[in-house]
């Protein structure tokens, strides 16, 4: 599966994938003390949603163009404030023509104290982010094979903050890589927060990249899936998942608010579900 993020900037998968990196990065947040979030694949930060790309698949009006046109209960856009701001950030006029990516949330969510390393490995869309961020010293930017930051770039200096993979699923072998990374980098940095984005499309590759991840013996590793479709005969991208390791003790209750809110908004087919499983500790 090819998931460049400029074919998909704003989907779906985006939404509910930069709602938990939100949520993440606000708990960080609640203690004075600086930290770091390591983007191991940035893309471009930015993506105009009139671009060639998004305008092939339109998916962003499935996704946050949806978002922004459901009324939400009180307790879930309070949630959703901070993810929503950086969106409507990037687009004051109030018309919605463009969609930050990860690296463009996570900067706009930063305090003076916290600090950004993104890695990108696309040399065109290295050069596009490096010059978007020209001058910002919160923010390193590294044309970077972004599977390097499991060794020598952990554990940041800050000893604080979160590790977010999101591969593009070009290449075959990409959930074994995930559990591979996963491993190495645990062990150099147990404390960290790690935000993992995975497809659902091919679920048998799911089940086995769960299976994995249990028998890796990492000891906390809460798996969140949501779907827009049920499986079907014909391949294509029913959902999407996220699975955080060392998940703050917030999260669970907090998506427990939000994806409901979400599914309603968002899903395609009212089968479709969204679930949390615990794959090791708490309630696994």
Request: hydrophobic content about 45%; glycine content about 8%; some cysteine.
């Amino acid at each position: 599966m090819n998931y460049r993020h400029a074919y998909h900037a704003g989907n779906f998968a985006d939404v509910v994938k930069h709602v938990v990196l939100t949520r993440l990065i606000e708990y960080l947040k609640r203690k004075d003390k600086a930290f770091r979030v390591v983007d191991t694949h940035a893309g471009i930060g930015l993506y105009a949603l009139s671009s060639v790309e998004a305008q092939k698949t339109g998916e962003w009006h499935g996704g946050i163009g949806k978002l922004l046109e459901t009324p939400l209960p009180a307790p879930a856009a309070a949630l959703l404030a901070p993810y929503l701001d950086a969106v409507r950030s990037v687009n004051p006029d109030g018309a919605i023509k463009s969609y930050p990516g990860s690296p463009c949330i996570a900067r706009h969510l930063l305090r003076k104290q916290d600090r950004l390393s993104a890695m990108e490995l696309h040399p065109e869309d290295a050069e596009t982010l490096k010059a978007r961020f020209e001058g910002d010293f919160q923010v390193r930017v590294m044309a970077l094979d972004g599977w390097l930051a499991f060794g020598a770039h952990l554990p940041p200096k800050e000893k604080r903050g979160l590790v977010l993979v999101d591969p593009p699923f070009e290449e075959e072998g990409e959930f074994d890589r995930i559990v591979g990374g996963l491993a190495k980098a645990c062990k150099r940095w147990p404390g960290g927060i790690y935000a993992l984005w995975y497809p659902i499309k091919n679920r048998k590759a799911v089940a086995a990249f769960r299976e994995a991840l249990r028998e890796t013996g990492i000891p906390k590793l809460l798996d969140i899936v949501f779907e827009i479709r049920p499986s079907s005969s014909e391949p294509s991208l029913d959902g999407t998942g996220m699975v955080v390791v060392n998940p703050p003790f917030t999260l669970e209750e907090e998506l427990r608010a939000l994806l409901p809110v979400l599914h309603r908004a968002l899903a395609a087919e009212r089968s479709a579900r969204w679930t949390m499983d615990w794959l090791a500790g708490e309630s696994a």
